[in-house]
């Protein structure tokens, strides 16, 4: 057994980003206060107060778009989180029981909702860090389906599927997409005009640096343009509310993005994020990628030469993020989390609430051990690391 009693932290190191961004801007944090203080609800009001709010969310909306690649600020959706964004998408674009194709690598936010609304879940599965495989899978299986579903980043691997192809491939046959950027968000590239998915779905916690409990649905302009995309988006609502507009109507709005954004809008949570928003628009999402693909390397590498350390990695640069699995033979995953949290060394264990991506790699009865980097993870932090696996490795013999 891992010698796993609590002891003073030689060093403290937040690698668990692709579970929350702990680590800030101190721009969030002051955004979030100040709209505390000033900010009252939007669009239902001409006070100050209620002013300063509908200018921040509309502000926000401008910078997400701006970020994301959608033409218009309509088409930013806020939602409380990318699971609310999913469940959304796919009950617009996804019939009771019909054939969706996902990749082997989802998340339960989107294996669940696809589960509860019977629908008929084939796996395009391929092995880790082959995008040629994967477009290969999802291109004999697609004529088959009815919609597709696909994460960007894989949560437990950190590996970039190659949704453009596939969003070509869904263009070329008239299929609906869905596009899961939890773990590309802020780090990779987004853009809804050129990927041209029905909706792109994310949090505002991870890589967009923003509160918990916000995120962000983007949706194609197409379901503003199209009477008949925007008929069918209105009838598939998860909820129905006050908006501030159109009050004396019993029918949510035909427009976006009020038909999407039911109830008083989180405007701190969406104040903060904004700020997350403009502090990665300032680094550029290929600087933040630079960044934490350098420390994956060296800690995968590094990982490696640790007896009895399996690690998930190889793959091109392009195929890659900031995010790394490994176990450790003789070790239960928990534990050497455990063991590591002692140690200061914050991380993820286990299944990552994706299965499938478990049952993929073959690692669904062990799970494994997570690192996730973000812009403000340290040199030192990766070596702490790697030093605290080495003891663990060690004590074992």
């Known amino acids: ?74 088409q930013i959706v806020f939602t409380h989180n990318a699971t609310h964004g999913l469940n959304a998408a796919i009950n617009a674009v996804v019939p009771r029981g019909a054939r969706v194709l996902v990749s082997g690598y989802e998340h339960n936010s989107v294996i669940r909702p696809l589960h509860a609304r019977g ?52 263009r070329e046959r008239g299929i ?3 596009i899961d950027a939890s773990q590309s968000a802020g780090s990779v590239g987004v853009d809804m005009e050129s990927l041209g998915a029905d909706f792109i779905a994310m949090p505002g916690h991870k890589g967009l640096l923003g509160p918990q409990g916000t995120g962000i649905l983007v949706v194609n302009e197409k379901y503003a343009r199209d009477a008949a995309l925007a008929k069918r988006l209105k009838e598939s609502l998860l909820m129905f509310g006050g908006t501030g507009s159109l009050s004396q109507s019993r029918e949510m709005p035909e427009a976006l993005p009020d038909m999407l954004e039911p109830g008083t809008l989180n405007v701190h949570g969406i104040a903060g994020l904004a700020a997350g928003i403009k502090y990665i628009s300032s680094l550029g999402t290929e600087n933040i990628l ?24 190889g793959g091109f640069d392009s195929d890659r993020t900031g995010v790394l699995s490994f176990t450790l033979a003789g070790h239960d995953c928990e534990e050497v ?15 990552h609430c994706a299965p499938v991506a478990h049952e993929t790699a073959g690692t669904i009865k ?19 690391l790697v030093r605290e696996v080495s003891v663990i490795a060690e004590d074992n013999k």
């Open 337 to 351: 989390a455990e063991c590591l949290a002692a140690r200061g060394i914050a991380v993820r264990a286990g299944l």
């Open 290 to 313: 630079a960044h934490e693909l350098k420390l994956l390397r060296r800690t995968e590498h590094r990982l490696a030469e640790i007896p009895g350390a399996e690690v998930f990695g």
């Open 366 to 384: 062990t799970g494994t051990v997570r690192v996730s980097f973000s812009p403000f993870s340290r040199k030192r932090d990766a070596e702490a």
């Open 1 to 74: 057994m891992i010698d796993i009693k609590p002891k003073k932290p030689k060093y403290s190191a937040y690698l668990d980003s692709a579970a929350t961004s702990l680590i800030r801007p101190p721009e969030v944090h002051s955004a979030v206060k100040n709209a505390l203080k000033k900010a009252a609800s939007t669009g239902r009001s001409q006070h100050k107060w209620a002013s300063f709010a509908q200018e921040t969310v509309f502000s926000a909306r401008e910078s997400a778009a701006e970020l994301l690649g959608a033409a218009s600020p309509e």
């Open 119 to 170: 629908c008929d879940i084939m796996l395009a599965r391929s092995r880790l860090f082959e995008p040629e495989l994967c477009e290969f899978m999802f291109g004999v299986s697609m004529d088959k389906a009815q919609a597709v579903v696909v994460n960007h980043v894989s949560n437990v691997f950190g590996y970039r599927l190659p949704v453009e192809k596939i969003s070509s491939l869904c």
């Open 176 to 178: 609906p997409l869905i």
